[in-house]
Protein backbone atom coordinates (compact mmCIF):
# COMPACT_ATOMS: atom_id res chain seq x y z
CA UNK A 1 0.00 0.00 0.00
CA UNK A 2 1.56 3.41 -0.84
CA UNK A 3 -1.49 5.97 -0.33
CA UNK A 4 -4.88 6.08 1.28
CA UNK A 5 -7.12 8.54 0.50
CA UNK A 6 -10.91 9.40 1.20
CA UNK A 7 -13.46 11.33 -1.40
CA UNK A 8 -16.42 11.70 -3.41
CA UNK A 9 -16.52 10.80 -6.97
CA UNK A 10 -18.85 11.94 -9.32
CA UNK A 11 -20.38 9.29 -11.58
CA UNK A 12 -21.57 9.86 -15.10
CA UNK A 13 -24.27 12.92 -16.01
CA UNK A 14 -26.85 12.37 -13.22
CA UNK A 15 -24.58 13.78 -10.96
CA UNK A 16 -24.59 10.78 -8.40
CA UNK A 17 -22.01 11.23 -5.50
CA UNK A 18 -20.24 7.77 -4.03
CA UNK A 19 -18.41 8.41 -0.98
CA UNK A 20 -15.12 6.01 -1.65
CA UNK A 21 -11.97 5.03 0.20
CA UNK A 22 -9.08 5.18 -2.39
CA UNK A 23 -6.37 2.78 -1.42
CA UNK A 24 -3.16 3.15 -3.81
CA UNK A 25 -1.02 -0.22 -4.31
CA UNK A 26 1.61 -1.09 -6.37
CA UNK A 27 -0.52 -2.84 -9.45
CA UNK A 28 -3.13 0.19 -9.04
CA UNK A 29 -5.94 1.93 -6.91
CA UNK A 30 -8.70 0.08 -5.38
CA UNK A 31 -11.54 1.68 -4.85
CA UNK A 32 -13.67 0.91 -1.89
CA UNK A 33 -17.51 2.71 -1.89
CA UNK A 34 -19.30 2.82 2.19
CA UNK A 35 -21.76 -0.22 0.94
CA UNK A 36 -18.55 -2.24 0.41
CA UNK A 37 -16.33 -1.28 3.34
CA UNK A 38 -19.67 -1.55 5.80
CA UNK A 39 -18.79 1.78 7.50
CA UNK A 40 -17.50 5.46 6.77
CA UNK A 41 -14.68 5.32 4.13
CA UNK A 42 -13.30 8.66 5.90
CA UNK A 43 -13.02 7.11 9.15
CA UNK A 44 -11.39 4.02 7.96
CA UNK A 45 -8.99 6.19 6.01
CA UNK A 46 -8.18 7.93 9.50
CA UNK A 47 -7.99 4.22 11.10
CA UNK A 48 -5.65 3.31 8.65
CA UNK A 49 -3.45 6.07 8.81
CA UNK A 50 -3.38 6.05 12.55
CA UNK A 51 -2.22 2.11 12.17
CA UNK A 52 0.59 3.02 9.41
CA UNK A 53 2.08 5.71 11.80
CA UNK A 54 2.36 3.28 14.85
CA UNK A 55 4.09 1.15 12.37
CA UNK A 56 6.57 3.72 11.36
Known amino acids: MTGVR ?11 H ?11 PVLLSRWQLGAD ?9 EYRAHLG
Do not use: K
Open 41 to 49: PERVAAVIE
Open 6 to 16: CGTLNHGRRLV
Open 18 to 28: VHALEIETIDG
